[in-house]
Nanobody, 128 residues
């Protein structure tokens, strides 16, 4: 069964850091572009970042640019989201999703409806 599993969420103080992981099982992650999304209570899901199959191309939402870094290790079938300088407004459930690599040309992140696999999410809470 093909699935994505996120981990690494938790409670952190403002200004702190977390690293989220997105591990794939049942398929070869290296053939897929990956996106990170988040959804805060009462808000719509928003795209955070995406990365192409090789890791050479990435995009970020303006709200996280300069603070978050997406990367991948295809040998480990895992994608990461390093989150630094966290703010209370970063509080949300974070999801990773996968779509065929050919669908992302590296210019802008694909929309959420283009992704074919989704993880169950991991909670990130930024609070003092």
């Amino acid at each position: 069964q093909s699935q994505l599993v996120e981990s690494g969420g938790g409670l952190v103080q403002p200004g702190g850091s977390l690293r989220l992981s997105c591990a794939a099982s049942g398929f070869i992650l290296g053939y897929f572009a990956i996106g990170w999304f988040r959804q805060a209570p009462g808000k719509e899901r928003e795209g955070v970042s995406c990365i192409n199959t090789s890791g050479a191309r990435t995009n970020y939402a303006d709200s996280v640019k300069g603070r978050f870094t997406i990367s991948r290790d295809n040998a480990k079938n895992t994608v990461y989201l390093q989150m630094n300088s966290l703010k209370p407004e970063d509080t949300a459930i974070y999801y990773c999703a996968a779509l065929p690599g050919i669908s992302y040309d590296g210019t802008v992140c694909p929309t959420s409806d283009e992704y074919v696999y989704w993880g169950q999410g991991t909670q990130v809470t930024v609070s003092s």
